[in-house]
């Protein structure tokens, strides 16, 4: 995917598969995301690294950090958003079936403070980089507005609402 996106001028993380330049980024006070299975969901198989003691040296890639501000989940159907979720931390108040919540944090979809414009449409591109018609994209901004594209999920959760969302969008493109 980090090849993909690349190629297609999305914004994604530093990532390599060399243990040194992975080495070298914690030197410079960098996280390192290890990621040592590639069929894991919600973070399974992911190690992160910030000393050489806890370095795996035989991770399939290693990703450098992000200095995240802000993260959002983006529903992205062919070149439609259908819908912007942000992560935040929850406030104590009972939630509906159109919000994603765990244990610390949930997904909102209204009331977003702004965000640029060019996080949608780094999330269309990625979405056609990967040649797919369907996804969830993982992206975060840092403090000065910098977007970072982290994944496509090709089998997100949905809310009822996207869920209804997309079911109209594969409705017309399949009559």
């Not at 990532?15 to 914690?26: F, N, R, V």
């Not at 290693?62 to 959002?72: D, H, L, N, V």
């Not at 259908?82 to 009972?94: A, H, R």
């Not at 797919?132 to 959760?157: M, R, T, Y």
Request: neutral net charge; contains cysteine; charged residues 25%.
């Amino acid at each position: 995917s980090y090849r993909a996106f690349a190629d297609a001028g999305v914004p994604t993380v530093k990532h390599t598969t060399s243990g040194s330049i992975a080495e070298g980024w914690l030197s410079r006070e960098y996280k390192v995301y290890a990621r040592g299975d590639d069929s894991g969901c919600r973070g399974q198989g992911i190690k992160v690294v910030s000393s050489r003691t806890e370095f795996p040296s035989d991770a399939l890639i290693y990703t450098r950090g992000f200095p995240i501000a802000r993260e959002f989940r983006v529903y992205v159907w062919r070149d439609i958003i259908l819908s912007t979720f942000e992560k935040k931390k929850p406030l104590g108040v009972e939630l509906d079936d159109d919000v994603r919540a765990c244990d610390d944090w949930l997904y909102c979809r209204n009331n977003l403070d702004p965000y640029p414009s060019g996080m949608l449409i780094s999330c269309l591109a990625a979405c056609k980089s990967l040649g797919l018609d369907f996804v969830g994209v993982d992206v975060a901004l840092d403090s000065n507005d910098n977007i970072c594209v982290f994944e496509c999920n090709s089998a997100p959760w949905l809310s009822s609402k996207v869920a209804g969302q997309l079911a109209a969008q594969i409705k017309k493109a399949y009559p």
